[in-house]
Every structure is written in structure tokens, then in C-alpha cells.
């Protein structure tokens, strides 16, 4: 069955840096565009980023851009987030997902990991 497991989270301090990795199981990762989106305590989901199959596009959300570096090494069926630069309002539980279909602008998955908490604080 399809499994998306998240590690990498923890406690940082401001303006530090953290990689979270998205292990992929039980389907053709290579096949499919993957995202990562979070959800802070109180509010609902913000997608993050996402990339498309090869790994050769991706997308950030404004409030990420320049920061956050999305990748994937198909190889090892692992999608990856590289976050430098954290700031407070960055804390939250951050979950990979497979896009439902192929596109940059999808904002529609089918299956999502169990997440992994970021905490930003000093």
C-alpha cells in the first residue's frame, strides 16, 4: 500500500536550517508530482511546495520562496525539503503529499504522510 513516512523535524532557532525527508513506498514515486504542505496549530493547511516527476520544476509559496529548497532523488524514492533561514511563523506540522494529478498548480492529493512537527522558536 502506498506509505509516505516524514522525519527531519525538531526544535531550531531562529534563522537556523533544517532537511525533511519524505520516504515513498508502495507506488512509482518517479511517476508522480509530490508537494509539501503544513498546517499550523489554529489554521487550516498551506501548501508549501511542489515538484514534478524529474524533479527539474518546482514551485514555492510566496511566504517560502527564496528560503525553502524542494527536491527528490527518485532513485531512493525520497522527497526532500531543505528549510534555512527559519522563522517563527514557520512552526507547524509539515506533511508531504502525491499530488492527485500531474501539474505545478494541483493543489488536490491522494495520500499524505503522518507529518513532522518544525518548531521555530528561541
Known amino acids: 500500500q502506498v506509505q509516505l513516512v516524514e522525519s527531519g523535524g525538531g526544535l531550531v532557532q531562529p534563522g537556523g536550517s533544517l532537511r525533511l525527508s519524505c520516504a515513498a513506498s508502495g507506488f512509482t514515486f518517479s511517476s508522480y508530482y509530490m508537494s509539501w504542505v503544513r498546517q499550523a496549530p489554529g489554521k487550516g493547511p498551506e501548501w508549501v511546495s511542489a515538484?514534478?516527476?524529474?524533479?527539474?520544476?518546482?514551485r514555492y509559496a510566496d511566504s517560502v520562496k527564496g528560503r525553502f529548497t524542494i527536491s527528490r532523488d527518485n532513485a531512493k524514492n525520497t522527497l526532500y525539503l531543505q528549510m534555512n533561514s527559519l522563522k517563527p511563523e514557520d512552526t507547524a506540522l509539515y506533511y508531504c503529499?502525491?499530488?492527485?494529478?500531474?501539474?505545478?498548480?494541483?493543489?488536490?492529493?491522494?495520500?499524505w504522510g503522518q507529518g513532522t512537527q518544525v518548531t521555530v522558536s528561541s
Open positions: 503529499a502525491r499530488a492527485k494529478e500531474n501539474g505545478l498548480a494541483g493543489r488536490e492529493y491522494d495520500y
Open positions: 515538484i514534478n516527476t524529474g524533479g527539474g520544476s518546482t
